[in-house]
Each structure stands twice: as structure tokens, then as C-alpha cells.
């Protein structure tokens, strides 16, 4: 899956683990207390955008962003944008 991966914030917010769980594209924040609690599963909207549902911005829409190379570099959910760390 090429979303799959981690991204940060770096200045408000820690970073997140975007993973396939039972087959569903989910976000997820690794240095919570318990991860799968806040877990945020991804629907797909079409191209690279997915509706939010569970955790903090349920019903948002969260997009990522490709470079030049196709390759994804960025992931904007609700009002907070993350950059791809694990490239």
C-alpha cells in the first residue's frame, strides 16, 4: 500500500503510523497509551483523498500529496498537515 508509513508534524502534534489493519487504511499515533483507542480507520473518496471515521476528526477528509515522482511526501487530515518521514 503507498500510503503506508510515518508521518510528523514536528511541532504541535507527535507523529502518526499510517498502516493496513484487517485490510482497512487506518491512522494510528504510536506514542499514545493505547494506539488502537484513537485509531482512525480511511475510506476512500477517490484519487488520493479518504473520509475520516473514528477518532478526533471523524468525517473530515484527509488527502495525501504526491511529488513529481508519484511518490507520497505528504498527508494533510482535518487542519494539520504531516510530512512523510519513512521514505
Keep these: 500500500e503507498r500510503y503506508v508509513g510515518l508521518y510528523t508534524e514536528g511541532k ?3 507523529d502518526i503510523q499510517v498502516m ?5 487504511l487506518t491512522m494510528v499515533w504510536p506514542d499514545e497509551d493505547n494506539p488502537w483507542e484513537g485509531r482512525v480507520r480511511l475510506s476512500p473518496l477517490g ?6 471515521i473514528g477518532g478526533w476528526a471523524n468525517g473530515e477528509t484527509a488527502t495525501f500529496e504526491v511529488d513529481a515522482r508519484d511518490r507520497v511526501v505528504r498527508l494533510s487530515a482535518g487542519h494539520v ?5 519513512d521514505r
Excluded at 81 to 85: N, Q, S
Design 12 to 14: 504541535y502534534f507527535t
Design 20 to 24: 493496513l489493519l484487517d485490510g482497512v
Design 47 to 52: 484519487g488520493t483523498s479518504f473520509r475520516m
Design 81 to 85: 498537515v504531516w510530512d512523510r518521514t
